[in-house]
């Protein structure tokens, strides 16, 4: 890679919240960005550019995995940073869940990511450099019997486990995966819940914001010795009642 030549990213769920975040922050700091979700080419907040390409497509499929990655190539030349935040959260008693709500989390926050590192590997092979980062919840660490989701702890926590795996397998590639498991953050997601209980959820007495998260992906694009971590910006849940 030349020294003037920019990195480039892909973003999934790129369109709000927190992927739009990263999508913005990494453009501020000089990054070709592709972002992806299923009707990002119609965002308010993105707009196509010389440095932003914006493609539309389910993140549970195959085929839009398939159609990112060859974009950025096509587009941009290499891939360097992978961020697999696209996700959804539907919180409810364990029994209450239907066989739609399980096919919907379980293809948006695991096939989503399964199918998007696929496709990043071969590229970031050939360029003897990578790195991924999965976005978790602490919940998959610390669940909270107050508030039950079952379906977010099944489908985030394999993602810690699976960067372990993964830094392993691709280490000799110079390929690295890493985990950040953010706990409440202020997001449109949770535009009409209680904010105050939220807040109280962490010890640190509030919630997190977009930027939070932001700080810590952006720590571990910087940090090439961090392989197979999970960080968790979470207001200090994972260690307990304060």
């Known amino acids: 890679?030349?020294?003037?030549?920019?990195?480039?990213?892909i973003v999934t769920g790129a369109s709000s919240g927190i992927g739009l975040g990263i999508a913005q922050a990494?453009?501020?700091?000089?990054?070709?960005?592709?972002?992806?979700?299923?009707?990002?080419?119609?965002?308010?907040?993105?707009?196509?550019?010389?440095?932003?390409?914006?493609?539309?497509g389910e993140a549970s499929k195959k085929e839009t995995a398939v159609k990112v990655a060859e974009t950025a190539v096509k587009h941009f030349?290499?891939?360097?940073?992978?961020?697999?935040?696209?996700?959804i959260f539907i919180p409810k008693p364990f029994t209450d869940y239907t066989e739609d709500d399980y096919?919907?989390?379980?293809?948006?926050?695991?096939?989503?990511?399964?199918?998007?590192?696929?496709?990043?590997?071969p590229q970031m092979k050939k360029q003897k450099s990578g790195h991924v980062v999965?976005?978790?919840?602490?919940?998959?660490?610390?669940?909270?019997?107050?508030?039950?989701?079952?379906?977010a702890v099944l489908s985030k926590s394999p993602m810690p486990a699976v960067s372990k795996a993964l830094a392993l397998e691709?280490?000799?590639?110079?390929i690295r995966f890493n985990t950040v498991s953010p706990g409440n953050v202020n997001t449109?997601?949770?535009?009409?819940?209680?904010?105050?209980a939220l807040a109280k959820f962490h010890p640190l007495g509030r919630m997190g914001e977009i930027s939070d998260v932001v700080d810590a992906v952006l720590y571990l694009q910087?940090?090439?010795?961090?392989?197979?971590?999970?960080?968790?910006?979470?207001?200090?849940?994972?260690a307990g009642r304060s």
């Open 1 to 9: 890679m030349g020294s003037n030549e920019k990195q480039v990213a």
């Open 26 to 56: 990494l453009l501020h700091h000089g990054y070709h960005v592709v972002g992806t979700s299923r009707t990002i080419t119609k965002s308010k907040d993105l707009k196509p550019s010389s440095d932003l390409v914006l493609v539309d």
């Open 77 to 87: 030349g290499r891939i360097d940073l992978l961020v697999n935040n696209a996700g």
């Open 103 to 121: 096919n919907l989390v379980m293809g948006t926050n695991v096939a989503s990511f399964f199918y998007m590192t696929q496709q990043v590997i």
């Open 134 to 151: 999965f976005i978790s919840t602490v919940l998959a660490n610390q669940p909270s019997g107050s508030v039950p989701a079952l379906l």
């Open 170 to 174: 691709f280490a000799a590639s110079n």
């Open 188 to 196: 449109p997601m949770h535009a009409n819940d209680n904010h105050e």
């Open 222 to 238: 910087k940090a090439t010795f961090v392989t197979g971590e999970n960080i968790r910006v979470d207001g200090g849940v994972h």
